[in-house]
């Protein structure tokens, strides 16, 4: 099956600094790459839609100048945590969107990033 | 709106035995793609399987099958003979359009030995 990493695994930063989360998709190509973020025991909330080449689509109530988003290259997307603060403390997940050519649309996931700000 | 609904916060099984999670959805689509996830406590989410709504054969993929009732927009997860690796947290997921998905709530899941 397709493989997305995610990087780093776990992280821990002072309040105020930034944090940059990288998402690879590894044997396929991503178009559009997606950012969750998940409480325990709660289920997935989708921040944003990262298209490569341009610029990203937030859902309301997420902040863009908080959470800047790039998506460079059809396999790379990054998620910077900017000013961090504890209440950014949290479980990130990223996604990548695969298409074929028999229309098959599918969701992989990376591992996840637990980030904990101090 | 399109909506997600699983009922059952929390289930449990013994092993060996099997057991049915249960989603609901609504939408005015007519062709989509339904998905079950599973989250272990690892917390890696992985795609469990996938049903066309246009196809009217169910999925199947090994132990799991889904129970796909179109018109009355039920989408269940049936695990049979489960195993302790089964434990998970497990979300069935519908697409909003533009390739996101919208996730239910999930259903933590308790394989007991």
């Known amino acids: 099956g397709a493989v997305v990493s995610q990087h780093p695994s776990w992280v821990i930063c002072k309040s105020g600094t930034s944090v940059k989360i990288e998402c690879r998709s590894l044997d396929f190509q991503a178009t559009t790459m997606f950012w969750y973020r998940q409480f325990p025991k709660q289920s997935l909330m989708l921040m944003a839609t990262?298209?490569?080449?341009?610029?990203?689509?937030?859902e309301q109530g997420v902040e863009k100048d908080k959470f800047l988003i790039n998506h460079a290259s059809l396999t790379l997307s990054t998620l910077t945590v900017t000013s961090a603060h504890p209440e950014d403390s949290s479980f990130y997940i990223c996604?990548?969107?695969?298409?074929?050519?028999?229309?098959?649309?599918?969701?992989?996931f990376g591992p996840g990033t637990r980030l904990t700000v101090l | 709106a399109q909506t997600v609904t699983q009922s059952q916060p929390e289930m449990s099984v013994q092993e060996a035995e099997t057991v049915t999670l249960s989603c609901t959805y609504d939408?005015?689509?007519?062709?989509?793609?339904l998905f079950w996830y599973k989250q272990p406590p690892s917390r890696q989410m992985i795609l469990v399987i996938r049903q066309e709504a246009y196809k009217q054969q169910n999925a199947t993929e090994n132990r799991f099958s889904v129970n796909f009732q179109k018109a009355a927009k039920s989408f269940s997860l049936k695990i049979s003979d489960s195993q302790l690796g089964d434990t998970a947290m497990y979300f069935c997921?519908?697409?909003?359009?533009?390739?996101?998905?919208?996730f239910g709530q999930g259903t933590e899941l308790s394989v007991k030995p």
């Open positions: 939408t005015s689509e007519s062709n989509y793609y």
């Open positions: 990262s298209n490569e080449g341009s610029k990203a689509t937030y």
């Open positions: 996604s990548a969107r695969s298409l074929l050519a028999d229309g098959t649309d599918t969701q992989y």
């Open positions: 997921a519908f697409p909003a359009g533009g390739g996101k998905l919208i």
